[in-house]
């Protein structure tokens, strides 16, 4: 195991007790996963024609007080706000239906992919994406990607987002021990779950009897999580700094500005479960982390061309307060890029992280067309999508002829 690695292994809390004796409304009700997946791809289907209308523009409603618009937009900016996903990030949506909330990631300039199992949902939410980018203009849209699968069988690459959102759509999910082992392991070290959705309140016949509803209606899995079974769920499988929120949005008249959030109209956190959570990271602050301060010596041991092209010894100090990460997706992960003016040679991927202090030693090949080797080359290193370290007070290094 690799020193990251067993850093990581350390910092993953264990559940020291067994679940709580109240965990999903369905908890022991026989599994019907094939049924449950099946009434999934077919929900759009099973629409009116005036409900498959309805899915093009989600969450805008005409009904009196318009109380689906007001509660899905709080609800997602909420907790959009509430993860801080970093800059230009990468963003897992499961259960991304109709692609109203991909559209709001894309406009912010998220990287977006989506796990749906229903094609006819995928389809809504391909053309959704490409009118928002008409609409908006977007000259370079970030990229948006989605899956007919399961979070439960998604083989997406280890580490490869910064954050994994589930909006209303938790509760959906078969296998929880499942699901939320994928989304860890999906995640970068550091990464931010967020989930927002109604809780199970053991009792609570009226929604009890709106979830039996909607399940005899669609075949849909309706399954809520109590708050304390989702907790022990995320300490079992190792997340940290959990955190639940209420949900309180709205103008108040002046006189109630005495009352406690709790006494306040909106979603109270013991009754839902909007929350966010992070996987551990053996590192305090990292590239990710874009207002920190990076910097580096860049040292080049030994320089020659060769028909090839450049042949490099480098060494690279951190002598910043970030470690700069290898694996991370776009942005935070850190290149090594050789340029002269507007020109530049394909970069290169660290081959590890580098921590605070640390050093590290690369040979490396630059292909140089033969007409450009006389220009006067420096190395540089980049924090992808977010700056150039020498745009940070590193001082580029010059290659001598």
């Known amino acids: ?27 022991d009700t026989p599994a019907r996963q094939e049924a449950w997946l099946q009434a999934a791809r077919e929900y759009v289907s099973r629409k009116t024609d005036a409900g498959r209308a309805w899915l093009y523009r989600k969450p805008y409603d005409d009904n009196p007080g318009h109380p689906e618009l007001f509660h899905e937009t709080y609800s997602i900016l909420n907790l959009l706000g509430a993860m ?12 991304s239906g109709p692609g109203w909330i991909s559209e709001i990631l894309m406009s912010l300039g998220y990287e977006v992919e989506g796990i749906e199992p229903s094609e006819e949902m995928i389809a809504i939410a391909r053309e959704r994406i490409e009118a928002a980018i008409r609409h908006h203009r977007i000259a370079s849209p970030p990229r948006v990607a989605y899956h007919a699968t399961t979070i439960e069988d998604c083989g997406l ?28 392991r999906l995640l970068r070290p550091g990464g931010v779950l967020g989930v927002s959705e109604g809780a199970w309140i053991p009792g609570n016949r009226a929604v009890e009897e709106k979830l039996e509803e909607e399940m005899r209606q669609y075949g849909t899995l309706e399954n809520p999580f109590t708050t304390e079974y989702l907790d022990w769920l995320l300490s079992k499988h190792g997340f940290v700094d959990v955190k639940r ?11 109630m500005g005495r009352l406690p959030l709790e006494a306040l109209p909106g979603e109270r956190a013991q009754a839902h479960n909007n929350l966010t ?15 920190a301060r990076t910097l580096a010596e860049i040292t080049i041991l030994d320089s020659r061309f060769d028909p090839e092209g450049v042949r490099l ?8 307060e970030t ?11 850190v290149t090594i890029a050789l340029k002269s003016g507007e020109l530049e040679a394909d970069r290169h991927d660290l081959p590890r992280t580098v921590p605070a202090g640390d050093s590290i030693e690369l040979d490396l090949l630059f292909p140089i067309p033969e007409e ?20 940070r007070g590193t001082r580029t290094a010059q290659v001598k002829k």
């Open 84 to 95: 801080a996903i970093p800059f230009r990030g990468r963003v897992l949506e499961v259960g």
């Open 157 to 184: 690459p280890d580490e490869s987002f910064d954050a994994v959102l589930f909006h209303a759509a938790l509760h959906h999910v078969i296998d929880e021990d499942r699901t939320l082992a994928q989304c860890f």
């Open 1 to 27: 195991m690799t020193i990251r690695g067993q850093l990581l292994r350390l910092l993953r809390p264990r559940a020291t007790s067994g679940p709580p004796k109240h965990r999903r409304y369905l908890s």
């Open 277 to 291: 959570a992070r996987r551990p990271s053996p590192y305090p602050l990292t590239t990710v982390d874009r207002h």
């Open 245 to 255: 929120y209420h949900g309180v949005n709205g103008y108040f008249p002046a006189d």
């Open 313 to 320: 010894r480098v060494r690279l100090d951190n002598r910043g």
């Open 372 to 391: 450009a080797r006389d220009l006067p080359w420096e190395l540089d290193l980049v924090n992808e999508k977010v700056f150039w370290f020498s745009e």
């Open 323 to 333: 470690a700069w990460l290898h694996r991370a997706p776009k942005p935070g992960r």
